[in-house]
């Protein structure tokens, strides 16, 4: 299989972290410059809708997009160790947490550097800074919530670590592009449970 990548972009890094925490190997990564817009004319991105990454490329020559999708697959391959739940009650409620954190925390901070990051005015054209401003604060207001969240549990989605962490951890590294730190901003639970995601893969 070929997991196609590109540097610094949050959810192709999900799914590295991923394949990291399960320890698996024989995934071969391909280096796509999406500055450059490689993957609009790569002749296996190309088929994927939106020519996004990541992308999974089967043995079978299918492709499986979307980052949790691919996260998804690769779980049925190999079970343990446990990331997205052992049975539909830890599911759902894994599910829950990693939607919670991509669709209220990753979404409007996505928007927030594509819109204010003059790095990224490649990619979004035309860019909108007081749109990506307005971003920023929304997030801010969820970045709070997952701190007091996390005052009370060590992990996103509980008592364990889970994709629901990767994705969190995943946000609020990309957030480093607006100059976001936890800790200098009083989320001392966030600036802790950062570290200790960092510390799993160092």
């Not at 991923?18 to 088929?47: C, W, Y």
Request: charge should be negative.
């Amino acid at each position: 299989m070929k997991l196609y990548v590109s540097e610094r972009a949050p959810n192709p890094r999900r799914v590295q972290m991923f394949i990291a925490e399960k320890g698996m190997t024989g995934i071969e990564e391909v280096l796509v410059d999406i500055n450059a817009h490689e993957h609009k004319t790569h002749p296996v991105l190309s088929r994927s809708p939106m020519a996004r990454i990541p992308v999974l490329e089967l043995d079978d020559g299918r492709i499986l997009s979307e980052s949790r999708a691919i996260c998804a697959y690769l779980e049925g391959l190999q079970p343990e160790p446990n990331l997205m739940g052992r049975d539909a009650e830890e599911r759902a409620f894994i599910e829950m947490a990693d939607r919670h954190v991509e669709w209220y925390v990753t979404l409007p901070l996505a928007q927030a550097i594509r819109h204010q990051h003059p790095g990224l005015a490649v990619l979004e054209q035309p860019q909108f800074p007081e749109f990506g401003a307005s971003q920023q604060e929304k997030a801010m207001e969820t970045l709070r919530w997952l701190d007091s969240l996390l005052q009370g549990r060590p992990w996103v989605a509980g008592e364990r670590f889970t994709i629901a962490d990767i994705t969190a951890f995943c946000t609020v590294e990309f957030a480093r592009l607006l100059k976001f730190k936890p800790g200098e901003q009083g989320l001392v639970a966030l600036a802790d449970w950062r570290d200790r995601v960092a510390g799993r893969f160092a």
